[in-house]
């Protein structure tokens, strides 16, 4: 069992930064994919913002490349996502998720992770 907790979240202004964190229990290395994805309201499909490889290959939601950047230390298995020039539509609840592969092509479908972490509230406004 894997069990994720993330941080970080909180208010930012328009082109503010954030950075958050997921923990991960035990040695997660580098045998799972690791996704940041997000919901913007209950009624909504979280979908995916990023995922990251255990060999560090990286996919990006469209709207967010170039402002966010995945990143992992599988030694201390944690994974991040650095969010710089944040917008309001950036406003969702932040979830991390893992799965467990060793393809070299990251995993950007939701039901493909098998651990989520419970999330982390961004918002983004003035």
């Known amino acids: 069992q894997v069990q994720l907790v993330e941080s970080g979240g909180g208010l930012v202004q328009p082109g503010g930064s954030l950075s958050l964190s997921c923990a991960a229990s035990?040695?997660?290395?580098?045998?799972?994919?690791m996704g940041w994805y997000r919901r913007q309201s209950p009624e909504k499909p979280r979908v995916l913002v990023a995922v990251i490889t255990g060999g560090g290959i990286t996919s990006y939601k469209e709207s967010v490349r170039g402002r966010f950047t995945i990143s992992r230390d599988n030694t201390n298995n944690t994974v991040y996502l650095q969010m710089n020039s944040l917008k309001p539509e950036d406003t969702a609840v932040y979830y991390c998720a893992a799965y467990r592969t060793f393809s070299e092509t990251p995993s950007t479908r939701p039901e493909d992770y098998k651990y989520w972490g419970q999330g982390t509230q961004v918002t983004v406004s003035s």
């Open positions: 035990g040695s997660i290395g580098s045998d799972y994919d």
